[in-house]
């Protein structure tokens, strides 16, 4: 069960600016709904709860999802718009752009008793939301704590990735919120940055560090899961870790941290079509893999490359398939033609 | 002048429906911009009051304007968000339709004393807005009386265009807002079913009238505009009439009241490339020659070719020019190719 | 329960010819599928039962299919290539041209015990197929009767649309095949023309007629849609009527003729968009409404009129819903815009 | 053999006005090429002597050609630029607009002596051009009576096709040039308005005229033909007539005088995807049809089929198969998919 | 003369997966249809000899290689279907995938006796064909030796790409046919993978290698054709060495070995446009400089920047002029715009 | 005041070649009106003086200036012709290439006395304009000369690029026609090359140079800058510096030269959107930060900053804003999505 906003997607595509763009390619879109199309791209089955108006915009949305497997029956159709964000990708070294335009949405109007829990979660495993949910609106984090309680009375493993938008919130507002939800969150997902920003938790370097990632990286993150557990009471804790980018090859790299140890994935070179909803992609492979309960060293390598491969398709679903995520883990990293 | 909000436009282009759209055409337009446009096109200096957001989506919208030679010095920058509307064009026998999505816009937050009517009137001739201008926000009424004071005190003549749109606001609700606000008018821009709606005043047939346009409708029209006049005090009153579309021709007809009688355009047969913009492209066209002192037989006619022509133009702007009017007014109707 | 091939659909668009073509359209289709999308737009629940191949266009296929909401789990996956038709739309007086490429794919390849028909007609009301099913491979036409007869078992009403295509088999071959296989039919779906090719049933004009539509053009049909009864058995029997298209303004009229009588729809201007599909459409549509159970006037009507509508959307699916097939049957014929 | 200008035709597409244009839909095209373009799909060989640049755009126009299977080895390679045409097409009742820009291209630089035409047109039957090609360069009157020679000299027959374009010279200078060259031409392809127009051969009404195609039009026509034979000693004189177009369905009709007589075709119904080279594709057809030796009714009733079939189609080639010209003959109009 | 299967390549373009892809573009292809084009490109002429179905589809091919100058006169009509293929291109890490859609085309229907080889090869010099002709179809392995019996008689120099792809036939499927065929043949174009796969020719390492292209690579592959010449009696023996490419620089290198010696290229980065092709384009042009009478040395150089530029050119074609192939043997790169 | 020639850019788009285009991409341009839009997109304001044509494709290129916020009102409307140039962009190893097509354009044909300089000039602070300009007519040399003598009498400061085309005229022509026209000159914009080329000034290297940008190049620069200096009495000169681009990461560095000292930016990685109008994107923003008093070393950091960013933008405008090459200064390279 995946619990978050619903959006469409306006992208200018390629290289082209706002001012510039005449026509936006559309597709739909929402961090939730990202991890659970990665999550049905490999084998599982997933919903997706949220809330859309009743008219055609917010009917294509869910019909979009469908497409890609996701079910979509615990989508409320209410309000009047649907969020929306504008892209503009980058052309480095200029950044990409984010414009969002979700205030008002169907789901930023949410209030607890709005969505019947139990029946959501009844038969269902896991619970996965991100922080922009309860950024969105003043009844989401109210909402929240009532699937999370709903969810410790199913007996349903809860997820949380920290997602910290600074155009939706600030740090002050977001920690302020974030903090008490994270007692409902079993596996949290986030970065060495929004660590910081949202949980207040960081870890000092052990010394002067060269840039990138590498040993001192990773050994820093893997202190701060490990601290990030510790205070938190989290079962697991999975970071991603970014370098390069812009005119310079990206590189990235996992690891998961748990009771019996660290497990730190490869480091992968990652390719520039679209970078928007890796983190999401990582996210609902992980979920993918823990819920197929494979050992925690391979459920990371998959779900790093799962991430990693997310870079190479176009709009924020994953469309990859296991076999191409295994190829990748075993380093087949598209020279050929396959044919 | 032309007061009233500014919009991105979202059409799925052709037949496309909704559900099947995977981009959209993006322009920017608002019912007196289009009007400004159509105005700026034959010649006339046009000036939109209005307000966007400082952002990226905010400063394309202002560029697409002066691109077609509008001033826009007095477009406020505030607020978070541009209205938006989602167009799927017609296929006859299915309609067009419209989703508005224009709550918490930037000019929808506008509220008297946001905008420094003297100047921004000093030196006018003119001020036009459209009944959707006082529709989309709580404080427009007040400021739309508030630019009717102060282009009484500069002697600047006021029109409206009613403008009605069910999905902005109730019939109810808009008599109620908009009746007070025609003290403040000097010329009316309507059609028949609209002048019923909003301002309550009808006419009956004389007899049993045969369908579409004819002369029985236009003397019915001819006599709903000399009460409109009298009731209100209007200085001149211009009505559209339009009868087929859909899988049949459609008929397009227009006629401006005033003390000194009614002059009758004729019936023109119009196309079927995008009809959105038509009574604002005929507005500013009648605008452009009520100031030009054109005499009202050939302003009326050269207003309803130019409406005529808005039909054969993608977009909601109007951008022919007055050559290509007048050889319609003529009667050439793009048989040949002009090479 | 749809039963039929599945196909890629590839067309030049617009009036752009093959050898202009650099591109092609892709829509994924069937004449079955066609009916199965048509009815679930108007709030039915339909299974398509067919077979595609493993690979990502056999997957792609699949997909399109789950965006609009119908059931595909009982679609296999085997063979090597998915059916293809390429499609050059009409410009009149040019007509449209379609080029099959069906040999050889997943579903034309199917034998008798292939499918598990006890376990896919379990819990349905009913079963539809067409007569291309049966036309592209020489199992076919022993596994419609291997379904025909399951269905009877299971006590599921059968229809068949007679649907032929010259270019895919001669109507003495035609004839040969479909003969036998409608003592399996309780409702057919044909037109006067295939009447004649397929079952060889054809109804004398009963004097010097008026080309076109009109009232001679539909007693006749009615005498030949109770002959069909009376000669097959069928419970009921659906026909189109067509005439004009090309230059001229296309026309549409239905009728059913049951034991009760005969209903005839009114007689509806069609538009150009892209006319393919929309006998599915109406066969969709009006097996939604039999299984509605609503009476046979109101239900001819209604499936005449989304057949109709089919006229005005891009693809070979009837993406309109209920509300608009309703307003059509009122009247409504597109000339506004809604909003 | 067809002698005439080769041109780069930027169109807007659609609609799209000039000023709204993003990008331009490019083709190369040429008044006698379109003819030869048309003879060919019709079963003919036909070569096209022109001139353009030796640069990228230059060869991509004579690749372009080579395509639709025309000999291009008499392309001259010389100058700096390509001509090139503009076009907005219609969207009634806004005319079709063309804006030409021809000057200084290499084909207008030709002079007498540049070809050499005895290579060029031995073992030719036929030699085509177009009152276009006088019109564009100061040398060009004398390379058309340099060719014309040549042509007697060699027993081929030579058609010129009036074509006159007021954008590119007047009509007191096309008179002028054009007169003395009308000495070496066989077969005259012209319309009523063009006949006067460059030759001043005009016919009176033969009293109160229908507008519109009918029976005193073409008793005029056949009037007016006769007598241009008479008077310029033409062998043969095709005219083609047009009506309506614009927001009315066209109307289309061609004829062909001759010493034994005149034979009218049908009225044909005209699409109107794009009309432009009509003229042309009526030239190539009949020039095809007297080639293989048809009769004259045979002759004229292709040939005016060919161009009402052009304007279903995009680009100024006439890409249909003599097939589909049959098939209109017969009255095929299109109504049917062809599947 | 080059013998093979003339396809229609369908790619979703740019990065866009199949499940994502709402168009295709459509280009014509074919491996030894590539080559022609590049020798063609460089000044030379060839003729393809294959078959096409006699629909739209198969003509639009053929008009298709028209277009840049190949000749096509030898291009059976005969069959339903032109082979196909679905390209997605690479967006790495991920590799692109080619889904074949060959079985039941018209070429794979040929057979001996259904070309005259005699008339085809009259006044040839060279035949090439490549290792997906015979895969395609059961007749076509004893068609490919009536062709080189022919090719015999008449003195034609025989080439052959061994160009394996696992997805027509496995290894050892390609060398039971492939061995017998090349007795018939005099050059030999491969690669070290390929000679392996198909010929169980390989080259022990002398030592442990460095990876990459380099100098041990270079003198493996030397030793490898110099094998090759000797164990199948080639006159010529052409290997194309690639590594890289992917999220990686792609390097590229060619050598030639004749009983003069070896002649080896220098190592080029390549560009990422489009792969495919590369190697007919390396083909094409070697092919072009032997027949010209180049030296080994200026042969190989151009035949290697040939196919380096090839990676530059959207679709199968290598459309690139010998300048331009010239230029970038020079060690011209692109940095520079030609202006 | 920015004074140059007007055009149409017609672009192939993507690495699409000339032969395969079937459609163009259509912007307006100018060397000097690109500088115009970087100045103006930086807050400062800006007038274009040129000529085009009164027809529909100069007002569209008016109407695209204005939308980028350039005053037109100085731009003559005459002639028949606006200028045109083909572009097919790099894909490396394949450089760009360009077709200019500019003869007997508007532009072209000015002459001493078309311009109203003293008008023009008045109030304004400093006229640019560049060395395609005296370029393409024969009057041109001329008008350049009296736009800056009327300079020198209002006190304007005039800056030049010398903008070297090879494609318009020959080196020798240029310097010719260049060389006297330096008096009028207080800014020169250059690079080492054109130096060379156009003026005949070139400084030897000071020992052995490593290759591409570096310490030794920029010295050299820096002694070539202060000769221009001495030798033409410039006040300031601006010099450009690149390398590397095609398959490498392309490199830029600029430096300004005036009586103070030289001031030399940091060397930025370029992107490979597109890379024309980058010098005048550098030329525009130099000539703001001069006009806005920025200290030297701050000025051209933000001119190479601006001049770096422009890659990035399709198209030959700069549409970049100052807080994005502010970003850039600081070394803020695109790694980031802005959200």
Not at 2 to 12: A, H, N
Not at 192 to 219: D, I, M, N, S
Request: hydrophobic share 45%.
């Amino acid at each position: 069960v995946f619990f978050g906003e619903l959006l469409l997607r306006l992208s200018t595509g390629g290289p082209t600016r706002f001012v510039q763009a005449r026509s936006f390619e559309a597709r739909y879109t929402g961090a939730e709904a990202n991890a659970a199309v990665s999550l049905v791209n490999f084998g599982g089955t997933a919903a997706v709860v949220s809330a859309v108006p009743a008219h055609e915009i917010g009917q294509a949305c869910v019909q979009f999802l469908q497409q890609f497997g996701v079910e979509t029956r615990a989508v409320l159709r209410r309000g009047d718009r649907l969020g929306t964000y504008y892209l503009e990708p980058a052309a480095p070294p200029r950044a990409a752009r984010v414009i969002y335009d979700r205030a008002g949405s169907a789901f930023a109007g949410l209030r607890p008793g709005d969505l019947d829990w139990d029946a959501i979660l009844s038969g269902a495993r896991w619970l996965h939301w991100s922080g922009t949910a309860p950024a969105v609106g003043p009844g989401l984090p109210a909402v929240v704590a009532e699937a999370a309680a709903a969810a410790r009375r199913h007996g349903v493993t809860v997820s949380c990735d920290l997602n910290h938008r600074a155009r939706l919130w600030s740090a002050t507002e977001a920690r302020r919120v974030m903090t008490p939800l994270m007692a409902g969150v079993d596996v949290l997902f986030a970065n060495e940055e929004q660590a910081g920003t949202v949980l207040g938790v960081t870890e000092e370097a052990a010394g002067k560090e060269a840039g990138g990632l590498g040993r001192e990286r990773v050994e820093r993150c893997t202190r701060l899961a490990a601290r990030l557990r510790t205070q938190f009471g989290f079962r697991a804790v999975a970071l991603t870790l970014r370098d390069g980018g812009g005119l310079e090859q990206g590189r990235w790299q996992c690891l998961l941290s748990t009771a019996e140890g660290t497990h730190v994935s490869r480091e992968y070179g990652v390719g520039d079509v679209d970078r928007i909803g890796a983190g999401d992609a990582f996210a609902g492979a992980l979920i993918h893999q823990l819920l197929a309960g494979r050992p925690g060293a391979e459920a990371i390598e998959f779900a790093a490359a799962a991430g990693c491969l997310k870079h190479s398709v176009e709009g924020d679903f994953n469309l990859v398939s296991a076999d191409e995520v295994q190829a990748l883990v075993r380093g087949d990293t598209g020279q050929r033609v396959l044919r």
